[in-house]
């Protein structure tokens, strides 16, 4: 790299005297700096190369921490750390004890706001200006919120309490896709905007002419402005932004510096909201990633001579193999529908918007949405199955219990990303979903630990005609160990029995592969049993487990409320004497690791497992 980019690392305080053609060649150099590291770590990369302009604007015209950057999605802050002191760190990003791929303000006193899901960002900039307003402060409070972002409703909840927030911004980065393809009306609007140049040249020539008239000219212009719910949409159709009391200013060239930060300029001091809609290209500056950026939304580590096949799905996933089968029961019953959130490809349903289209449904990302518009379905006597990773199904906990749950209506929920999900940290952890279902008795939830149960029980669900009901999966492919257990379609069984065991061990989807090789590691005399039927614990397993003077339970959930919770007290009840253990995970907290090095660190390994056995003796 260039003395210029190592001294603004070092001091970004010089991007305010570059000059463009500086600032450019900037640009340039840290998307080489993005590609090289990202390749080498793995994480958001199409994200960050499209927004690299927009961050260096926004750093050129602003002062953090003063002026609050507020993200949404948080992965694409990367530019933002580069430019607030962390560039040297880059290559621990996601790495245990190093960089977060999200906002921090653990990590940094520039990252204001967590920020690892979707639509977040003007609520949380709305709170922080109005809070800079009571407080005195002064700056600016800036959301950077994604096209993708504005197919979620929160948005809109957001936008409708800006009031005459003057310290408030709001950039639109715009790159014509979320993490799918974007769809529905909002990705029709903005189309429509980006396309349409009738409204800036129509808005820029009708106050050219009322300026040059005299006497008359500003009065008009003031009675076009005051009356603007009529008088705009005559003249220029006003966009919804300023509907809602926003300035807008754009569509503007998100790579073009100029054009950036002078619209950020004019927004310093303008007398109320400012909303900027920025156009980017989603990859910008990596071809692969500018040719199919939803192949590298997210990346694990590649070699930059030697880039993967965009076009080749993960073949080998509780995804893939989940997405295939449920396209094969759609084959045979019309009243099979599929619906996610902006996951198409991640959660395997592109094979059944293949094969079915009319029953597909990508709602973006509104998973309260995706859950209600299944239980309208399910109330007509469809059988809708919602795919979606288990931290997002979280936003939608009330729809599962009002709208799904207290109607008993047959909606299936297919949970993926489930237990510990590598590199993302603790925003996208998939460890609640087991606390929050077993609050239903009558809701039965599944833990396959391979393909064959996948199948199996997917096509029970679908089957079912009576309530709703859930399969949790975690992401990537079933070990060899449990693939060659099969399935036998039993709530729970025995996977190995040792004569004359004092000691029962059990736990559920991929963790069970641990504990057979904690079994392994041990001397203890014990049995292995793996739970499938999550919720309601099988009665007949209770029966079974008093029989044992030891019993550990292992979990890669929340430990507070989950099995291990609801295991105890059933053998309570019981009237069991013996010594129970259960070890589970922290209600939050969770490093950014791989998911072998997250159960090491929170004694979810073989040899944890093993330790834990032996002290329980």
């Not at 409070?141 to 936008?159: H, K, L, R």
């Not at 809609?277 to 939304?297: D, L, R, S, W």
């Amino acid at each position: 790299m260039s003395a210029l980019f190592d001294e603004v690392l070092q001091d970004k305080g010089q991007l305010k005297t570059l000059s463009y053609p500086q600032l450019e060649k900037l640009c340039a150099e840290i998307r080489k700096f993005l590609v090289c590291h990202v390749s080498q770590t793995g994480g958001h990369l199409s994200s960050n190369l499209c927004t690299v302009e927009l961050t260096v604007a926004l750093h050129r015209v602003f002062d953090t921490p003063r002026d609050v950057l507020v993200f949404d999605v948080g992965h694409q802050c990367y530019t933002h750390k580069m430019l607030t002191g962390r560039a040297d760190r880059f290559d621990t990003l996601r790495q245990p004890g190093g960089l977060s791929g999200f906002p921090s303000p653990f990590e940094s006193e520039h990252d204001a706001f967590i920020a690892g899901h979707g639509n977040t960002a003007i609520s949380a900039a709305v709170g922080i200006a109005q809070a800079k307003k009571l407080q005195g402060e002064p700056g600016k409070v800036i959301a950077i919120v994604g096209d993708g972002a504005f197919t979620g409703g929160m948005v809109y909840e957001g936008m409708n309490n800006i009031d005459k927030l003057d310290n408030l911004i709001v950039v639109l980065n715009d790159n014509k896709m979320s993490i799918s393809k974007n769809v529905g009306a909002v990705s029709r609007y903005f189309t429509k905007l980006r396309t349409s140049p009738e409204y800036h040249s129509a808005k820029h020539r009708t106050e050219t002419v009322l300026d040059h008239i005299p006497l008359l000219g500003q009065p008009v212009k003031s009675a076009v402005v005051s009356g603007k719910a009529l008088v705009r949409r005559a003249l220029y159709n006003s966009t919804m932004f300023e509907d809602m009391g926003f300035q807008y200013l754009g569509p503007l060239d998100g790579h073009d510096l100029k054009a950036l930060c002078a619209a950020l300029y004019s927004a310093q001091n303008c007398g109320g909201p400012v909303f900027i809609h920025a156009v980017t290209v989603k990859g910008k500056g990596f071809v692969p990633a500018e040719q199919n950026p939803g192949a590298f939304h997210g990346v694990s580590a590649f070699s930059v001579s030697q880039i993967p096949d965009p076009d080749d799905t993960i073949s080998n996933s509780f995804s893939e193999e989940f997405g295939k089968e449920l396209t094969k029961l759609a084959d045979q019953d019309n009243k099979v529908c599929a619906i996610t959130a902006a996951m198409k490809y991640a959660t395997g349903l592109h094979h059944f918007k293949k094969a079915h289209p009319e029953r597909f449904f990508d709602v973006g990302m509104a998973e309260q949405h995706a859950v209600t518009f299944a239980a309208g379905l399910a109330s007509r006597g469809l059988r809708p199955v919602v795919a979606l990773y288990s931290t997002f199904l979280q936003r939608s906990f009330d729809q599962i219990i009002h709208d799904v749950h207290l109607q008993k209506l047959p909606v299936i929920f297919a949970i993926d990303r489930s237990g510990l999900v590598p590199g993302d940290g603790e925003t996208h952890q998939g460890i609640y979903d087991v606390a929050f279902f077993g609050q239903f008795e009558d809701l039965p939830l599944y833990a396959p630990c391979n393909y064959a149960e996948e199948r199996y029980w997917l096509a029970q669900l679908v089957g079912r005609s009576q309530g709703p009901a859930a399969i949790r999966y975690p992401k990537g492919a079933e070990s060899e160990m449990l693939a060659k257990f099969g399935c036998d379609g039993k709530y729970w069984r025995q996977l190995a029995e040792t004569p004359g065991a004092n000691t029962a061990v059990l736990s559920y989807g991929a963790l069970i592969a641990c504990a057979l090789q904690a079994a392994e590691k041990t001397v203890q005399k014990l049995d292995i049993f793996q739970l499938v039927q999550l919720s309601p614990l099988p009665e007949d397993l209770i029966g079974k487990l008093l029989e044992y003077p030891k019993i550990v339970l292992v979990e890669d959930s929340i430990e507070n409320g989950s099995v291990g919770t609801r295991l105890g007290d059933a053998l309570l009840a019981a009237g069991y004497r013996g010594r129970y253990c259960h070890r589970g995970l922290p209600t939050s907290g969770l490093d950014h690791a791989s998911v072998a090095q997250l159960r090491q660190e929170y004694g979810l390994d073989a040899d944890h497992i093993a330790e834990l056995i032996k002290e329980l003796t």
